[in-house]
């Protein structure tokens, strides 16, 4: 059998592509065979190294897998070069990637309110697949922002989930089509920290769209100390 799989150096590993999801019109899931011994918490990010690029530094992609998947899948909205370059990745094709590294979680048991925007998903999906398969009764719920319908990325698999774990539920918004289920206003903290006092709560998705939830949800009350938040990029509109 071919070796699919191999670690370039302590800090490196070049993995094959198994296959490109095209989950919206602007993101895609990268999956990759994950090189054994490799080990993170779900809502870590890792760092790609793409030659075609020039970036030698390479950039982060928050892991969308969970610590026990099989394989490791990144999710990536398509903005720029790089995000482009990865965009046309196919089966069989190499990148490398770095160690997986990153703090964003809310470990513990309390109840979890998660708030995502637009590809700001990735590692919330990692965190809630991680919850629910472990076995945890933690109560989760999960806000989610997108622009139009057809962004929306996971939703098959999040809805899934609600059967497996009453204990997740999951709020859908969209603030740009007015023909959705899902029309309606952009999130705000003061409401969140009201309906859900003494919880958790995971933050991911645009500088603006972070910034402007943890201001709010620190004014009504919410301790610093219980906001995790990981930031994507910065964005002149709106979040997502
Ligand atoms: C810890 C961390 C984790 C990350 N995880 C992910 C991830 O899981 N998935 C992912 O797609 N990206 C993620 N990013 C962002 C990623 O690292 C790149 O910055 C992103 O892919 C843009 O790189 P680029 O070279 O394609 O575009 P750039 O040339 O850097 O940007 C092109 C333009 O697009 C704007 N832009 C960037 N993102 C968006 C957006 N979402 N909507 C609208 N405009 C945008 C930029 O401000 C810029 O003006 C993460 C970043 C960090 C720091």
């Known amino acids: ?8 150096s302590s800090s490196r590993y070049a993995l094959q592509v198994h296959r490109v999801i095209r989950e919206s019109p602007s993101v895609a899931t990268i999956c990759f065979e994950r090189p054994s011994g490799f080990r993170y918490s ?8 793409f030659d075609d690029t020039g970036v030698s530094e390479g950039k982060a992609y928050s892991l969308s897998s969970h610590p026990d998947d099989i394989d490791l ?5 398509k903005v720029g070069l790089f995000s482009g370059k990865l965009h046309t990745l196919k ?10 590294y990153g703090m964003f979680n809310a470990f513990g048991t309390a109840p979890l309110v998660a708030l995502a925007a637009g590809v700001g998903i990735a590692p919330i999906y990692s965190i809630i697949c991680h919850e629910v398969f472990r076995g ?3 109560p989760i719920r999960l806000i989610y922002t997108n622009t139009v319908d057809e962004e929306i990325v996971f939703q098959d698999e999040l809805d899934r989930l609600t ?14 089509q007015e023909d959705s289920d899902y029309f309606g ?3 705000q903290g003061a409401e969140i920290a009201r309906a859900f006092p003494d919880r958790a709560v995971c933050i991911c998705g645009t500088v603006e769209f972070v910034r ?10 919410i301790s610093d100390d219980d906001i995790m938040t990981e930031v994507f990029f910065k964005t002149s509109g709106v979040a997502g």
């Open 91 to 100: 089966a069989g094709d190499v990148v490398e990637i770095s160690p997986a």
């Open 136 to 138: 945890s009764n933690r």
């Open 73 to 77: 899948s990144i999710t990536v909205k």
């Open 212 to 221: 402007d939830l943890r201001r709010q949800l620190t004014l009504a009350g």
């Open 185 to 187: 206003p952009r999130m």
């Open 1 to 8: 059998m071919l070796m699919s799989v191999s670690s370039t």
């Open 42 to 49: 779900a809502g870590q990010y890792v760092t790609v190294f």
């Open 163 to 176: 059967q497996y774990a009453p204990q997740l539920e999951i709020q859908y918004i969209v603030t740009r």
